[in-house]
């Protein structure tokens, strides 16, 4: 785990496929440990393997609290701010490295004004489902299977 200008990432920086969360949870650790968790068991890859593999960073630094709905709040501005920072000094980068950014959850998408399908891409960016235990999404069978075609795909 890592800061560069004040913001966390783990994972091989600068890595030519970025994955964005929303911000850490309430236990301090690793950015989006449960996510490389869940998502590298879809896959067959240790949470560490997952990481040489990626860059994994919270669009946010810190946690924002609890929100109604039962998972964290979401503070928008603060996200939309962060965003146009990432868009303004990494994406140049797309240009001459294949850069890839990979949201998890419509929210964090949002935030970089993305609108497309799960698991499509467009440009440079694609939006995949948030994996935390609250999203029934990844309760179907068939969208486990797309969202692991997706993964193994970016391998």
């Not at 929210?107 to 235990?133: K, M």
């Amino acid at each position: 785990m890592t800061s560069i200008y004040g913001y966390t990432y783990y994972g091989r920086p600068h890595s030519d496929q970025t994955v964005f969360g929303e911000a850490p949870g309430p236990t301090p650790g690793a950015p989006l440990a449960q996510a490389r968790k869940r998502i590298g068991e879809l896959i067959g890859l240790t949470p560490d393997e997952m990481a040489e593999r990626f860059e994994w960073r919270n669009l946010l630094d810190e946690w924002p609290g609890y929100g109604p709905g039962g998972g964290s709040a979401f503070p928008k501005n603060a996200a939309r701010h962060r965003a146009r920072y990432e868009l303004v000094h990494h994406r140049p980068l797309t240009m001459t490295t294949n850069r890839r950014f990979i949201y998890l959850g419509k929210r964090v998408a949002e935030a970089f004004h993305f609108d497309e399908q799960w698991l499509t891409w467009r440009n440079d960016q694609a939006i995949c489902p948030h994996p935390s235990g609250l999203n029934r999404w990844w309760n179907e069978p068939a969208n486990l299977e797309r969202a692991r075609e997706f993964w193994r795909a970016l391998l």
